[in-house]
DNA sequence: ATGTATGCAAAACATTTGCACCTGG
DNA sequence: CCAGGTGCAAATGTTTTGCATACAT
């Protein structure tokens, strides 16, 4: 019951947001360019204006539905939350993304942020690289 | 003897280049927009433009003079490169940039990259937070 | 009804590129 | 001299915004 989510965050029921979501939902790539959901929502026949795209991804991001990365190349992908935070492992030829998280790195990402005096609002660790099948 | 530094890269000693590398070498903020080199340029008088500020910085990244980073919000932001591998501490707030290196991370990500199958070719760990000063 | 959401086109940015002119070696 | 570099303006690619119309409650 996606409309739930949807309530919860304040947001209208409306067709975009309902189509984006599901797309954010029912995707096997979990890390989708406001183009790519444009994409997938004109082959599936819907009259959406990626400006909608992009001002629903907004909101959803707001209402922290959704997270945006600022990986290396000029757009910004969006992934559903899931509530289990993650790192990411970035192939820089396929753009195939591998999650990934290890308690050790995020209590050293702690400690070393309250040593600093900051306080930590996120944080993002990527590594790029050749995943097996392009090499 | 800076000029050493662009004929080891190939690059010819020209005078918008060498005025670039001073600025990235003696500004004390270590991480700089190409707007903000330009700007400096013009407040120094020189007749450069953006567009060569952003094709140098391109070249100098390409020779290892100069790391590009992507953090939030838009802008691209140049580092010299000094040679020793660190992470960034990004104020949200105010900008200050505070570099760390953790020996533990990094031989976990080799680690984790190893497993998954990943030739590191970078790797970029940026926490967000709110610094002292902001708070 | 009515306030919010959408679609479209235009604007706003950051960055790149084409091309005629200039410069370093 | 001559390949390579630069300045300017125009092009590109991504994301945002203004505004009139359409929709959810």
């Known amino acids: 019951m996606e409309t739930q989510d949807l309530k919860k965050a304040g947001l209208k029921v409306t067709l975009p947001r309902m189509k984006i979501l599901e797309i954010l939902e029912t995707s096997n790539v979990h890390h989708l360019t406001a183009e790519d959901i444009y994409r997938q929502l004109l082959e599936a026949g819907e009259e959406i204006g990626l400006a909608t795209v992009y001002r629903v991804l907004t909101q959803f991001e707001a209402a922290g539905l959704v997270t945006r990365h600022h990986f290396e190349g000029g757009q910004a992908v969006f992934e559903l939350e899931r509530g289990a935070h993650h790192d990411h492992l970035v192939c820089v030829k396929c753009g195939k993304v591998v999650e990934f998280m ?34």
């Not at 790195?105 to 944080?123: C, L, N, P, V």
């Open 102 to 135: 290890d308690e050790t790195i995020e209590a050293k990402q702690r400690q070393i942020s309250s040593e600093a005096g900051f306080e930590i609002t996120d944080h993002a660790l990527t590594i790029y690289g050749i995943c097996r099948d392009c090499r």
